[in-house]
């Protein structure tokens, strides 16, 4: 790839001459906030991918260590660790994706936008640099409440002048491994085979998991899927108070994030019909950011699928998250402008 540096090229290029198959296109993906207890198993997840030929972990701090051990795992990627605000550029610097799991996570009585105030400066600094050094790579943004980080990142891409609607992802993939894992449980079916969609945004009744449209199909009581939906809009808070103070969601959100990550690499290469939910740009409501089911290609977000037919209950939880959601949003463009 022609952003990538010389010397990078040169060398996995001589190391790749002569092998018959070809791993496909050199992609480098950088992680911000490499060393916190969602960076460092996602950074691990994604020296495993063989889609990935350069890895560079960024963080504030504990990088050279994060970033040492990984590397001696025998995969394709060359792992280089960055400590630092002078080292963010390198880091970023010819980046096809960047996943953004830098900020503070929830304690025990905490909701997401609880933790508003710090990792809005966060990502406002991660994002201006994004737009200066790497600007056309995907963002998949992990920092909470994603339902205003993302927003924020638009403002601050638009402010910079290279806002691209299809390359701005809030990942929301840990609402769907969730919902696929509860409703497995209760419909008794294998969950390798389960797909949910979970529409709406990533906190508390604004994740609307949609599972009258579930497969396999499974004739589950009206109260049943009640609860399946509580408990998918709090699994969040179920890690939190199990951890007791010790923070969110790490290894469950890194396989959630390195999934999503994946479909964006898939998409990026080439590979037809990789659909995954996120929090994207959307017209699919009247708010200006939704998670929904998003088809990916060679530029990011190619389709921004619709929600399908809902039952009575899945319209309800619509029409109520809108308000939650709609403030948050507003919240982060104020944010970004003030
Ligand atoms: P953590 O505190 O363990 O790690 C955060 C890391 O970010 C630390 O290593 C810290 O040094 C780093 N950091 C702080 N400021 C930075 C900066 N300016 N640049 C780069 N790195 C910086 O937190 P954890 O548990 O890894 O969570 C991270 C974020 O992910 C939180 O905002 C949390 O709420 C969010 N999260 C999102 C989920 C989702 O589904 N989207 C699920 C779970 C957590």
Do not use: W
């Not at 950088?30 to 020296?47: D, E, F, N, R, T």
């Not at 970033?67 to 025998?74: K, L």
């Not at 630092?84 to 610097?93: I, P, Q, R, V």
């Not at 708010?287 to 389709?303: C, D, I, T």
Request: charged share 20%; aromatic share 6%.
């Amino acid at each position: 790839r022609s952003l990538h540096s010389a010397a990078t090229r040169g060398a996995s290029n001589i190391s790749r001459r002569g092998y018959a198959s070809e791993p496909g296109p050199e992609r480098k993906v950088a992680v911000l906030g490499a060393a916190g207890g969602i960076g460092q198993p996602l950074s691990l997840l994604m020296k495993l991918n063989p889609l990935v030929s350069s890895l560079s972990l960024y963080d504030i701090a504990g990088t050279p260590g994060v970033a040492a051990d990984v590397s001696h795992i025998n995969t394709r990627s060359k792992v280089v660790g960055y400590q630092g605000e002078e080292e963010l550029g390198k880091a970023l610097e010819g980046a096809d994706v960047v996943i953004i799991p830098a900020g503070v996570p929830r304690k025990p009585g905490m909701t997401r936008d609880d933790l508003f105030n710090i990792n809005a400066g966060i990502v406002k600094a991660l994002c201006t640099a994004i737009s200066k050094y790497c600007p056309h790579a995907l963002v998949n943004m992990i920092s909470n409440p994603v339902n205003s980080t993302v927003p924020i990142a638009a403002e601050i891409f638009k402010k910079a002048g290279t806002y691209d609607e299809k390359r701005l992802f809030g990942v929301t993939t840990l609402d769907v491994v969730r919902a696929k894992t509860f409703y497995a449980g209760k419909a008794n079916v294998p969950v390798d085979g389960v797909n949910v969609p979970v529409v709406g945004g990533h906190a508390g009744i604004t994740i609307l998991p949609l599972f009258s449209q579930a497969t396999p199909k499974a004739n589950l009581d009206d109260d049943i899927i009640k609860a399946l939906t509580k408990r998918t809009q709090e699994g969040g808070t179920e890690v939190v108070e199990a951890k007791a103070g010790k923070g969110s969601a790490t290894l469950s959100m890194a396989y959630a994030g390195a999934l999503f990550a994946d479909a964006c690499l898939k998409g990026l290469n080439g590979v037809p019909d990789v659909v995954e939910c996120s929090f994207v740009q959307s017209t699919v409501t009247e708010l200006p950011f939704f998670a929904s089911k998003v088809r990916l290609g060679k530029n990011g977000v190619e389709e921004v699928l619709g929600l399908g037919a809902l039952s009575d209950f899945e319209q309800q939880g619509l029409e109520s998250l809108k308000g939650e959601l709609k403030s948050s949003i507003e919240k982060g463009i104020k944010f970004a402008n003030q």
